[in-house]
């Protein structure tokens, strides 16, 4: 088999994933054997606030060894300013090559970006080891040609996941990524130590069933876009933000404490009732949520949230309720715990 003919099944097998951390790793591993690097690396630009971070997903090193993503909170992420190579990029959405290190331990290296609809959402670092030598221009031709059609890809996988109204994350996306989330938590706990916990909440619009009723479908789904735009706007780009039909979202906060938990689901509460929606006015949400545990089921996560979303709506709506808080104050009878074997959907 000819090299032309190898990189073509090479990207069958990446295309036909479509688990995206398993993609992360096809394609690190394409390119790895493909043009001989000593070490190739997966990266994607998440949103901080206002900074653009960027976090390793897989790293190839020059045994051809795997490394899964980088284990630490969001904020402890390297900035996309850290590396000039890595801002440079991101800005011209072109190749950049750089140099690692210096002297006898210099190597040549070349990133990539990997585009998305409004930009990069993603770079891939080679490098080709103790030698003068950056990638031929054959080599980046074909790096490019592949990243374009991994795109193409990726946004209809992407397309897939979301919601068709709100472009948010869908129901299904949830059930498919929930375990993961977990289990990564677990492991930042286990491997790095680290004991910032990950958050669970509901957000539901309150009375959205009498919008619809008196302005019509129409503005209730405008309602519905622009609850999703708040919510964009509110939460970091590594939290999770899904909608599950209807007025109803949820929303995993990952690593991040108690006390910033609730600011940030109180700061997203807010902005919603000081936003004015055309032809309706005002528009309020209530909110539930709870700790996720180390080796929590969805259904309980649920559970729990909804309790305490529940009891935000008895209190009268436009507010914020935290289980763990509601149970230790004595306002909630602690629940007992589904079973594990209940079907989530």
């Not at 210096?102 to 070349?110: H, L, V, W």
């Not at 919601?163 to 996306?173: K, P, S, V, Y």
Request: aromatic fraction near 8%; hydrophobic fraction near 40%; charged fraction near 25%.
């Amino acid at each position: 088999m000819n090299a032309v003919s190898k990189l073509i099944e090479s990207f069958a097998r990446t295309t036909a994933q479509r688990d995206r951390d398993q993609i992360d790793l096809s394609v690190a591993r394409l390119l790895h054997d493909h043009v001989e690097a000593c070490k190739v690396v997966v990266y994607r630009l998440i949103e901080d606030g206002n900074v653009r971070r960027v976090q390793q997903r897989v790293l190839i090193d020059p045994f051809g060894y795997e490394y899964g993503p980088a284990m630490q909170p969001p904020n402890e992420l390297p900035r996309l300013l850290d590396r000039p190579h890595w801002y440079e990029c991101d800005m011209t959405l072109d190749v950049v090559h750089y140099q690692a290190g210096s002297g006898a331990d210099a190597t040549m290296g070349t990133v990539f970006p990997l585009p998305g609809e409004q930009g990069a959402v993603g770079l891939i670092e080679i490098e080709r080891g103790p030698h003068p030598d950056s990638l031929q221009p054959r080599d980046v031709r074909m790096i490019n040609g592949v990243l374009r059609l991994l795109s193409n890809h990726l946004a209809v996988l992407d397309y897939g996941q979301r919601d068709t109204l709100t472009g948010l994350l869908n129901r299904r996306t949830f059930d498919q990524s929930f375990d993961k989330i977990v289990e990564r938590n677990r492991a930042l706990a286990r491997d790095a130590g680290i004991a910032s916990p990950s958050w669970f909440a509901i957000a539901d619009i309150d009375r959205f069933k009498s919008i619809n009723d008196r302005y019509g479908h129409l503005f209730g789904d405008d309602v519905l876009l622009l609850v999703a735009r708040l919510m964009r706007q509110a939460f970091r780009g590594s939290d999770h933000l899904f909608r599950f039909g209807g007025e109803e979202f949820v929303v995993v906060l990952e690593s991040t404490q108690a006390d910033n938990a609730e600011a940030t689901l109180e700061r997203f509460r807010r902005r919603v009732a000081e936003h004015t929606f055309p032809q309706v006015g005002q528009v309020t949400i209530s909110i539930g949520y709870t700790r996720i545990g180390t080796s929590d089921p969805a259904v309980s996560c649920f559970d729990r949230a909804d309790a305490a979303l529940y009891y935000a709506k008895e209190q009268g709506r436009n507010q914020i309720g935290c289980y763990e808080s509601l149970i230790a104050g004595g306002q909630l009878a602690k629940r007992e715990e589904s079973a594990a074997n209940i079907e989530f959907f």
